[in-house]
C-alpha cells in the first residue's frame, strides 16, 4: 500500500537538531545513507540539515526534483562540494558552469551519438569476452573472483581502448591504473572536510596525490599531442574530442580542456560502472532465477556470436536487471545544487544561496512509489511498471541539461557485461560475504565481493 502524501511544508522545512558548532555533520559522516532514508522518513520531502556554518535542505519529491534539475536553468549551479574535484577533474562537465560548461557540453556530446557508439561496441565487446575467458579458467580451479576489482579493472579496460585504441601500451595502462586507484581513495578522503586546508600540508599523502595526478598528466598530454599528430586511432573517442568544433564559434577544445573533459569522463565513468556490475553479479548470485533469466536471453539474441549494437534492446532483462541495481545502489548517490535566487516549491522557501541536497540513493526508497524498496525486483522496470510513476522517482544518471553525458555508452558496456558473462557462467556467493553500501565519492561495497563462477549448465 503506499503511503499518504507527506503534508506540504511550511516556509521553512523541519530537520533534526545538532550539535552547537558542527550541526548535524558528524551523524551524517558516520554514516550518511541511514542518516538521509531516516531524516526523510522522519521529516518528509523536505528537510533542513546544518553541516557546520552551512544550511542543507534534502529534497525528496519527485516534483521538485524535476523542478529543480529539468526547469530551472540558471536559477540553481552547482554546489561548492564539486570543487573538491578540482584538483583531478579540472574544469570538464563535473565542475564547470554557465556558458563555458554550455560550449564543453556542445563539444563533447557528438562523440556519444548512436553512430559512435556502434563503432566502439566490437571493442567494447571484445575486453568483455576476453575477460569472462579468464574467470573461467578461475572456475576450473574453483577460485573465487573478487568481483568489485574485476569489475573496476574491467570498465577501466574498456575506457581506455575506447578513449585511446591502441595508443596506449600496457606499461602506460598499469601506471595509470595506480594513480587512478591512488586519486580516487585521496578523494573518498576529502569528501566530507569541512576546509581544503589539509589538502595544502606536506604529508605523505598529499605527496602521493600529487603524483599521481602528475601521472595522469604525463601519459594525457602525451596522447593528446599525438593526436594532434595525427596518431588517433579513428573512431576512438579522443579523436572525436579532438575533431569537435563548437557550432557558434568554430574553435575546438585547447589542449587544457581536452585533458580535463577526458579524465573526467575516464575516471568518473569506468568508476560508477565499476560499481554497479559489482553490485550487479552480486544481487544475480543471490537470485539465480533472474540470472538464468539473462543467461537465456543472451543466448535467444546472440546465440555464440559476438554482439552488436543493435542487439541492445532486445537484451531487456539484463538491462532491468541494471536498472533495479542503479534503483538500489546509485552509484552518484547525491547530487548537490545552490539556489541563485529565490525560489518557492509549493510553499518551500528556498532563499539564494540555499544549497540543495537530492539522493538518488532516498528517492529510490521513497515508499510512496516503491513498495517493500529493499527488496531486489527487476520486475519494475517493466515498461508498464515505468510509466507510471514519475519521472524523478527514478534518475540514476542525474537530470535535466546536466544528465550524464556518457549514459548511453555506460549501459552499452554493461550490458553486454551481464550478458556476454551469463552467457558462459554463473556465479555463486562466497560463504560470509554481506556487502553493504558505503557511501564515498560514489556508493561502493563496504568489502569485496567475493564469489564462485563455474561453467553454466542449464
Known amino acids: 500500500m503506499a503511503a499518504e502524501p507527506a503534508p506540504v511544508p511550511g516556509p521553512r522545512a523541519p530537520g533534526p537538531a545538532g550539535w552547537p558548532l558542527l550541526g548535524v555533520l558528524p551523524r551524517l559522516r558516520r554514516d550518511p545513507l541511514a542518516f538521509l532514508t531516516g531524516a526523510a522518513a522522519r521529516y518528509g520531502d523536505a528537510v533542513t540539515l546544518r553541516l557546520g556554518p552551512r544550511r542543507v535542505v ?13 526547469e530551472t536553468e540558471g536559477r540553481y549551479g552547482k554546489a561548492a562540494f564539486y570543487d573538491k574535484l578540482v584538483p583531478v577533474l579540472g574544469y570538464g562537465l563535473v565542475t564547470s558552469e554557465g556558458a563555458f560548461w554550455r560550449r564543453q557540453r556542445r563539444l563533447v556530446q557528438p562523440a556519444f551519438q548512436r553512430a559512435r557508439l556502434a563503432e566502439l561496441c566490437t571493442g567494447v565487446a571484445e575486453v568483455i569476452e576476453a575477460r569472462v575467458r579468464a574467470w573461467g579458467a578461475l572456475a576450473g580451479r574453483g577460485a573465487a573472483l573478487e568481483v568489485s576489482r574485476e569489475s573496476t579493472a574491467l570498465t577501466l579496460e574498456i575506457a581506455l581502448r575506447a578513449f585511446f585504441g591502441a595508443g596506449i601500451g600496457d606499461e602506460e595502462f598499469r601506471a595509470l591504473r595506480g594513480a587512478v586507484a591512488q586519486l580516487q581513495a585521496a578523494l573518498n578522503r576529502r569528501l566530507w572536510s569541512l576546509t581544503d586546508l ?50 557558434e564559434s568554430g574553435a575546438g577544445m585547447e589542449d587544457r580542456e581536452l585533458r580535463d573533459e577526458v579524465l573526467t569522463l575516464l575516471l ?9 556490475l559489482a553490485w550487479a553479479w552480486y544481487r544475480l548470485a543471490r537470485h539465480p532465477d533472474w540470472a538464468r533469466r539473462v543467461a537465456l536471453e ?32 546509485p552509484p552518484a548517490w547525491f547530487l548537490a545544487r545552490t539556489a541563485r535566487e529565490d525560489d518557492s516549491l509549493d510553499g518551500l522557501r528556498l532563499r539564494a544561496g540555499t544549497t540543495v541536497l537530492i539522493s538518488p540513493y532516498v528517492t529510490h526508497r521513497h515508499p510512496r512509489y516503491w513498495e517493500s524498496p529493499e527488496e531486489f525486483r527487476p520486475e519494475r522496470f517493466a515498461p508498464e511498471a515505468v510509466r507510471a510513476r514519475p519521472r524523478y522517482a527514478y534518475f540514476p544518471f542525474g537530470g535535466g541539461p546536466r544528465r550524464c553525458v556518457g549514459e548511453a555508452f555506460a549501459m552499452m558496456e554493461m550490458q553486454l557485461a551481464l550478458a556476454l558473462s551469463a552467457r558462459r557462467l ?8 554481506r556487502p553493504v553500501p558505503r557511501a564515498y565519492v560514489t556508493l561502493r561495497p563496504s568489502e ?4 564462485h563462477p563455474a561453467p553454466r549448465d542449464d
Open 58 to 70: 534534502l529534497i525528496n519529491r519527485p516534483e521538485w526534483i524535476h523542478r529543480i534539475l529539468h
Open 198 to 247: 589539509g589538502t595544502r600540508l606536506p604529508t605523505p599523502a598529499n605527496r602521493r596525490f600529487r603524483a599521481s595526478c602528475a601521472v595522469l598528466d604525463d601519459i594525457v598530454y602525451r596522447l593528446i599531442r599525438a593526436g594532434r599528430a595525427g596518431g588517433a586511432s579513428r573512431g576512438v573517442l579522443l579523436g572525436l574530442l579532438l575533431e569537435a568544433r563548437d557550432e
Open 268 to 276: 568518473a565513468g569506468h568508476e560508477t560502472s565499476a560499481n554497479v
Open 298 to 329: 543472451a543466448r535467444a539474441v546472440l546465440g555464440s556470436r559476438a554482439p552488436e549494437f543493435d542487439d541492445l534492446p532486445r537484451l531487456t532483462t539484463a538491462r532491468m536487471v541494471l536498472e533495479e541495481t542503479m534503483r538500489l545502489y
Open 426 to 433: 554463473r556465479m555463486a556467493t562466497a560463504p560470509g560475504v
Open 448 to 451: 569485496e565481493i567475493r564469489l
